[in-house]
T-cell receptor, first 115, second 114 residues
Framework: AQKITQTQPGMFVQEKEAVTLDCTYD???????LFWYKQPSSGEMIFLIY??????QNATEGRYSLNFQKARKSANLVISASQLGDSAMYFC????????????FGTGTRLTIIP | DAGVTQSPTHLIKTRGQQVTLRCSPI?????VSWYQQVLGQGLQFIFQ???????GRGNFPDRFSARQFPNYSSELNVNALLLGDSALYLC?????????????FGEGSWLTVV
């Protein structure tokens, strides 16, 4: 069965520091994709970054990078130079080529940036 | 360019009533999915539609139904509302379907059932 595990319910980080949010996944399918989304208190889900299982390089999007370790089945999100506006819930999610576009989500990590 | 738009933003319904939530995908996107997020929990997949056909259905009762129109917009209908249906309903769209497609979400519709 496909499963996403986020083991950090909450994190507190000093402003301007880098932060790593953990995500491990479980799948036996060779073709899959991994997403990270940010959800502020307003509720919208903001796309941050995507990594495909066959991608050779780790994905990067501005201050966001994905530390993809396929053998360990981990896809940690790294946010560099954190800002107060980064305070939010962060969700890791996985998609497969099963004929539909169902995303399997983790339980999320609440990140709080301290000034 | 407009992102995924959802309406209404907030609504309050009484138990037993019916509700219709609407979603307009990003222009050119053919795939629309619906998710439910109960307060404090993760997202649960409800439906996916691609090119007006149902591609996937999550573990939800038949009270939940959806459709996609020729312009790729979508509606989610929930009949005989229960208190437990109170949640944030999120719509997502992507250009195509499956691995390799970036999936974008709307701002959601907050449904409260009283």
């Amino acid at each position: 069965a496909q499963k996403i595990t986020q083991t950090q319910p909450g994190m507190f980080v000093q402003e301007k520091e880098a932060v790593t949010l953990d995500c491990t996944y479980d799948t036996s399918d060779p073709s899959y994709g991994l997403f990270w989304y940010k959800q502020p208190s307003s509720g919208e889900m903001i796309f941050l970054i995507y990594q495909g299982s066959y991608d050779q390089q780790n994905a990067t999007e501005g201050r966001y990078s994905l530390n993809f370790q396929k053998a360990r089945k981990s896809a940690n999100l790294v946010i560099s130079a954190s800002q107060l506006g980064d305070s939010a819930m962060y969700f890791c999610a996985m998609i497969h080529d099963f004929g539909n576009e169902k995303l399997t989500f983790g339980t999320g990590t609440r990140l709080t940036i301290i000034p | 360019d407009a992102g995924v738009t959802q309406s209404p933003t907030h609504l309050i319904k009484t138990r037993g009533q019916q509700v219709t939530l609407r979603c307009s995908p990003i222009s050119g996107h053919k795939s629309v999915s619906w998710y439910q997020q109960v307060l404090g929990q993760g997202l649960q997949f409800i439906f996916q539609y691609y090119e007006k056909e149902e591609r996937g259905r999550g573990n939800f009762p038949d009270r939940f139904s959806a459709r996609q129109f020729p312009n790729y917009s979508s509606e989610l209908n929930v009949n005989a509302l229960l208190l437990g249906d109170s949640a944030l309903y999120l719509c997502a769209s992507s250009l195509d379907s499956g691995v390799g497609n970036t999936i974008y979400f709307g701002e959601g519709s907050w449904l409260t059932v009283v």
